[in-house]
């Protein structure tokens, strides 16, 4: 199956830094990528999607200048969180698809940011 | 906007038993319904997917159902094992062009030995 990649699985930061995940398709062409954060025992929700060379967009209520989304390859999608705040506190997972009616989105690993 | 619910939130049971997971949506105009593991703190594992047109879907012990009209599918797990003990998350794309999965909330199982 389709493997998708995201580094770092785990991160610490101050408030106050920039954070940036990478989200990597590794054997295959990601037209499409979703941003997905899950709280402690809670779902996935969707905060943006974006699709390769275009501008992300971005689920009500995530702040696009704190979120910055970048798709610049077919096989990199880039998630920064900026000026992070403990309360971004999250776990971070992507996803990718190969086209508009694609069957399957794959998941990557995750990324659990801390931020102190 | 497309809603979907888990029932129950979590389910405790002795190793060995059959069980149901249950998941609702709310439109019934969906692409396809997928059904995931999740153990903690880690990413997801695909279980199953079931187009819209089809009814159920049989992957060893694990067999999904996919009753649209109603907005309703089941997760069934045979023979229950201790590492079955994960949250299982549903999940559905609607109908209607380049939409991502929307997830519920999961139910998280524990299998006992």
């Known amino acids: 199956g389709a493997v998708v990649s995201q580094h770092p699985s785990r991160v610490i930061c101050k408030s106050g830094t920039s954070v940036k995940i990478e989200c990597r398709s590794l054997?295959?062409?990601?037209?499409?990528m979703f941003w997905y954060r899950q709280f402690p025992k809670q779902s996935l929700m969707l905060m943006a999607t974006s699709n390769e060379g275009s501008k992300a967009t971005y689920e009500q209520g995530v702040e696009k200048d704190k979120f910055l989304i970048n798709h610049a390859s077919l096989t990199l999608s880039t998630l920064t969180v900026t000026s992070a705040h403990p309360e971004d506190s999250s776990f971070y997972i992507c996803?990718?698809?190969?086209?508009?009616?694609?069957?399957?989105?794959?998941f990557g690993p995750g990324t659990r940011l801390t931020v102190t | 906007k497309q809603e979907v619910t888990q029932i129950p939130a979590a389910l405790s049971v002795p190793e060995g038993e059959n069980l149901v997971l249950n998941c609702s949506f709310t439109d019934s105009a969906i692409y396809n319904l997928q059904w995931f593991r999740q153990d903690p703190g880690k990413g997801l594992t695909s279980l199953l997917l079931?187009?819209?047109?089809?009814r159920e879907q049989t992957s060893g012990r694990l067999n999904a159902s996919l009753d649209k009209s109603s907005g309703r599918s089941t997760l069934y797990i045979a023979a229950s094992q201790p590492g079955d003990s994960a949250t299982y998350l549903c999940a559905v794309r609607s109908n209607s062009g380049n939409t991502p999965l929307v997830f519920g909330k999961g139910t998280r199982l524990s299998v006992i030995a």
């Open positions: 996803s990718a698809r190969t086209g508009y009616s694609s069957y399957e989105q794959y």
């Open positions: 054997d295959f062409q990601a037209t499409t």
């Open positions: 079931i187009q819209s047109s089809q």
